[in-house]
């Protein structure tokens, strides 16, 4: 299922001819399961399997299928440089590597086997169950700017497929299947995605010893990008609440300003696409506040003087957190520890964001867990075959504690 996966791809807003060969490949093997692709927009889809036998609470094991980078080099080249990973999938025996294996194939296919091997156990010992698998679009997180969109990207923000998922419904509990540390979340970070406009004249190259002698707004470029990273320490500095899982962070992930196919024009508007994982309890126009107040400041004392500056928001979701004394937390922790022979480790500090904000957001109890990447010689994303291997019995192990919770 991890060659099928790799070796189709699945960029957000792509992800429909995935979700087709998911179903034909899984209901081949597994013909009891039903499994069916949900089209909810053009390109957009998600396949849903699901096996109910009497009116006991639902679970939800969710992946999804879209992945980080599109896939295609030419457009990826700007995040991965001249290095990108290997373009299929690869394998040495032990590691197995290929675009999206992390992010989040080689957990989607580790989550999918671990369901049909609590379905057929279910099944076999005559439990009643409600499994639900989720393999969703646009899992990723992203967001669209206003007027800074891609043309190739979806126009939506992230996590259109959860959100198609819960139209109407409830699940008790959700199992997110993701990379991560070697441990259980149960708790994850908020994230903004944020947009700071250093604004200024614009000018013709030609003409720039009269109108812009200084280079005009590109020049601030280097000093917004210190007034964001001046403002990062102390918004890093803030106290945690006590036994808090997440951590804080903040960088510039992409800048634009002018226009490429004509740089004899001096552009007026620099963006700075800036990414904050937030903490508990964050608030949102503080951080704005801040934010344009720290980056005003910068160019204020380098050469931006006179610029304007503002910062606009594109997404923002705040941080959450199921209580660890839930059933689907406790049957994680167990699961965890009945495999391992020792409790699950300790998660603080951490700083990855995911659709699991969404699924709690709707009041659904939510635990998090999945292999760690590892590093891959030839660069890319990459995992251990042994590490999915076991996260696929460990998800069948947490959906039979699920099940049947006395154990």
């Known amino acids: 299922m991890v060659a099928g996966l790799v070796a189709r791809a699945s960029a957000a807003g792509s992800e429909a001819a995935l979700a087709e060969w998911v179903r ?52 990826d080249r700007f995040v991965v440089g001249s290095s990108p990973g290997p373009d299929r999938f690869e394998t040495d025996g032990e590691l197995v590597s290929g675009p999206g294996v992390v992010v989040a194939k080689g957990p989607a296919a580790a989550v999918t086997v671990g369901f049909a091997r609590a379905v057929e156990e279910a099944r076999r010992s005559r439990r009643k169950h409600d499994l639900t698998l989720l393999l969703a679009a646009g899992g990723t997180h992203r967001a669209t700017p206003h007027g800074g969109a891609q043309a190739s990207a979806p126009q939506d923000r992230a996590g259109a497929g959860v959100a198609r998922f819960l139209t109407g419904r409830r699940p008790d509990a959700a199992l997110v299947a993701k990379a991560g540390p070697p441990g259980l979340l149960y708790e994850e970070p908020g994230a903004a995605f944020l947009v700071v406009r250093v604004e200024g004249p614009w000018a013709p190259v030609m003409a720039r010893i009269r109108s812009l002698p200084d280079g005009g707004v590109p020049t601030a470029a280097g000093d917004a990008v210190a007034g964001v990273e001046h403002w990062r320490l102390a918004y890093r500095r803030r106290a945690l609440p006590e036994r808090s899982q997440v951590g804080r962070e903040v960088a510039v992930g992409a800048l634009r300003c002018g226009l490429p196919d004509k740089p004899d024009l001096i552009g007026g508007l620099l963006e700075l696409y800036v990414y904050v994982i937030m903490g508990p309890e964050d608030d949102g126009a503080e951080i704005v506040d801040g934010l344009r107040a720290a980056v005003q400041a910068a160019l204020a004392r380098g050469s931006g003087r006179g610029l304007s500056v503002a910062v606009e928001v594109s997404d923002l ?71 999915l291997r076991r996260y696929a019995q460990l998800y069948a192990e947490i959906a039979r504690r699920w099940i049947t919770p006395s154990g």
């Open 24 to 75: 034909g490949w899984a209901a081949d093997r597994w013909p009891e399961i039903e499994w069916s692709v949900d089209l909810f927009q053009p390109g957009r889809a998600n396949v849903v399997a699901r096996a109910q036998s009497g009116a006991v609470p639902e679970l939800v094991l969710y992946s999804h299928l879209d992945t980080t980078l599109s896939g295609d080099r030419r457009a």
């Open 317 to 387: 979701i705040v941080s959450a957190r199921t209580d660890p004394g839930r059933p689907i937390v406790r049957a994680a922790m167990a699961a965890w520890e009945a495999a391992n022979r020792r409790p699950a480790p300790e998660v603080r500090g951490w700083t990855g964001s995911t659709d699991g904000l969404a699924l709690r957001a709707a009041g659904v109890d939510t635990v998090r867990l999945g292999p760690s990447p590892v590093p891959s010689p030839g660069g890319g994303e990459a995992l251990r075959w042994s590490e």
